[in-house]
């Protein structure tokens, strides 16, 4: 069905219509792709468009930045910051301060990506891509998205165990997440701004769960201040550096480019209409900027909670007090005068023992809100990562099933075969596995919001292309580091030939993706035989050929 609107016609809700793909390149309007996953759109108030802002407008568009920003405070994450503060006090908030405007311009982005055309990220690469790369692209996805689901929902059932003080073990709190996920992904059955609101409340929890632990401990607020803003390390050697990378690697995660492209889909918006698409970008990130800042602060409460109760103390001094307040956690700590090394099980046992069981439990309640939030999410960005790169039509309960699936039976092996007290190793792996895919998500998004033919007037110009390009390079380049630290410390001959032979076949695709961006950046000499082609946005069932 295809509806005729006038640019200052009123906004209808559109769960039953397909509203047309704004995409000047093409001869006319085309039908938007049939979204298999939003059964509704939120409708925008009418307002003036002359006018510069409009909260009522900001409050419709506010949901998607926040459900973007919960992979920014995932128990990942949370396990970078303590960590952070831990092994480098408020030096490195400036860091994290960075990456996370970093995430903000690559957010903004992957958007404008999905507001502009009306497609998200994976679907843009299923139509531009010839197949095997976009078959390699897709894999590489899926393992960035296993590797942080597994975080999450090990990250979940390591707050049950806290909770329930042992009783309930790893595996048992894996099971009870992956069923509790089931639940809630269906709450958007009850509206989509409901389901927003879920979300909400569980950043609202994280929120007050971290900031009474930072109240609690009442870190320096000068060192926190000049942590935050003077971007210098003193006295800091390989640790912090290999930790501050960490910080980057652990904020900007690859399945979050393609989940924000998908999730502003949600909003119903005439693309037709070029007043109503800025506007719409511009909403969407204030709404993301807030969204990050949020973000931002709780991340801020944990690396000062660890920088100011826990740098710099040694396994001793913490065995010692668990002992005197009659910790039953006290064994974790040898007896020895090493630094202190913390995971997020680990970060609850010690809050316990400095600041009281109120301390441990409430930190639990913060990790379970920032694992089953971000397992939500993760499970979102699985489903539009296999629904847009291999076209699926399945129901939507299929889909949950399996992308459920995919990620459930390695994060059960680990559940099984590993204790709560001995997973750090993991986390470190997991974490170089997602580093080692991020160019998979920033370089298509970079190439295709630098094509005219796909973004007509929101193309990036010069100064988005030049630094965005930079921006990406860097970043890769931080994760790549990381990556190699992570390696070389294996001391094995045989890991190393086989990081070596895996390192040949991965730089030579990421070079292929580079190649493919820099000839839609305009350096159009790079095309030797004219075979890169970019149309214009397609219908969803039509599948051009490519020239490989």
């Known amino acids: 069905m295809k509806t005729e609107r006038d640019g200052n016609a009123a906004l209808e809700e559109s769960s039953s219509q397909e509203p047309e793909l704004y995409s000047p390149a093409s001869p006319g309007p085309q039908r938007e792709p049939i979204s298999t996953y939003f059964e509704e759109k939120v409708p925008i108030p009418e307002d003036d468009l002359t006018k510069l802002f409009s909260f009522r407008k900001l409050w419709a568009f506010t949901g998607p930045g926040f459900l973007m920003s919960i992979a920014y405070l995932d128990p990942g994450n949370i396990?970078?910051?303590?960590?952070?503060?831990?092994r480098a006090g408020f030096k490195l908030l400036w860091v994290l301060l960075g990456a996370t405007i970093i995430g903000l311009l690559l957010q903004r982005l992957a958007a404008r990506l999905g507001v502009v055309t009306g497609m998200h990220l994976a679907e843009v690469c299923n139509r531009h891509y010839p197949t095997v790369p976009r078959i390699i692209l897709w894999l590489m996805v899926e393992l960035a998205i296993i590797g942080s689901d597994m975080q999450e929902v090990i990250g979940s059932a390591i707050a049950l165990n806290l909770l329930s003080v042992g009783r309930i073990p790893l595996w048992a709190g894996v099971l009870i997440t992956i069923i509790d996920t089931f639940v809630f992904l269906f709450l958007d059955k009850y509206g989509l701004r409901k389901l927003e609101a879920f979300f909400g409340f569980l950043i609202t929890i994280m929120?007050?769960?971290?900031?009474?632990?930072?109240?609690?401990?009442?870190?320096?607020?000068?060192?926190?201040?000049?942590?935050?803003?003077?971007?210098?390390?003193?006295?800091?050697?390989?640790?912090?550096?290999?930790?501050?990378?960490?910080?980057?690697?652990?904020?900007?995660?690859?399945?979050?480019?393609?989940?924000?492209?998908?999730?502003?889909?949600?909003?119903?918006?005439?693309?037709?209409?070029?007043?109503e698409v800025?506007?719409?970008?511009?909403?969407?990130?204030?709404?993301?900027?807030?969204?990050?800042?949020?973000?931002f602060l709780i991340n801020v409460f944990v690396v000062a909670v660890f920088a100011e109760a826990f740098y710099g103390r040694t396994n001793m001094e913490v065995s010692l007090q668990c002992n005197e307040t009659g910790s039953a956690h006290s064994e974790l700590f040898p007896a020895n005068n090493e630094t202190l090394e913390v995971d997020i099980y680990k970060g609850g046992v010690v809050l316990g023992c400095f600041f009281g069981p109120a301390a441990l439990y409430i930190w639990a309640i913060g990790i379970l809100a920032a694992g089953q939030s971000s397992t939500m999410t993760g499970t979102y960005s699985g489903q539009f990562v296999m629904e847009g790169f291999l076209n699926l039509r399945w129901s939507r309960f299929a889909r949950v099933l399996l992308t459920r699936s995919i990620a459930i039976f390695p994060t059960l092996l680990v559940a099984v075969f590993q204790d709560v007290q001995h997973l750090t190793g993991m986390n470190d792996f997991l974490n170089v596995l997602q580093s080692m895919q991020l160019p998979f998500a920033l370089i298509p998004i970079l190439t295709f919001t630098s094509l005219t033919s796909l973004m007509n007037d929101f193309a990036n110009g010069l100064v988005w292309k030049i630094g965005g390009g930079l921006v990406?390079?860097?970043?890769?380049?931080?994760?790549?580091?990381?990556?190699?630290?992570?390696?070389t410390a294996l001391n094995s001959i045989l890991l190393y030939v086989f990081s070596a032979l895996l390192s040949i076949a991965y730089l030579s695709f990421v070079s292929y993706l580079v190649w493919r961006c820099l000839i839609a950046l305009g350096v159009s000499r790079l095309d030797f035989r004219g075979s890169v082609q970019y149309p214009p946005a397609v219908l969803m069932d039509e599948q051009p050929e490519f020239d490989s």
């Open 207 to 275: 929120a007050l769960s971290f900031g009474y632990e930072y109240v609690r401990v009442a870190p320096n607020q000068g060192e926190v201040l000049k942590g935050m803003f003077v971007p210098y390390c003193s006295g800091c050697g390989p640790t912090q550096l290999e930790q501050a990378v960490g910080v980057v690697g652990a904020v900007i995660m690859p399945h979050n480019i393609y989940l924000h492209s998908a999730l502003v889909k949600s909003r119903d918006i005439n693309r037709e209409n070029k007043k």
């Open 79 to 86: 396990e970078s910051d303590l960590q952070s503060g831990a």
């Open 278 to 295: 800025k506007e719409a970008n511009k909403y969407y990130f204030i709404e993301s900027s807030i969204a990050l800042f949020v973000s």
């Open 472 to 487: 990406i390079l860097v970043v890769c380049a931080i994760n790549m580091y990381f990556v190699v630290v992570y390696v």
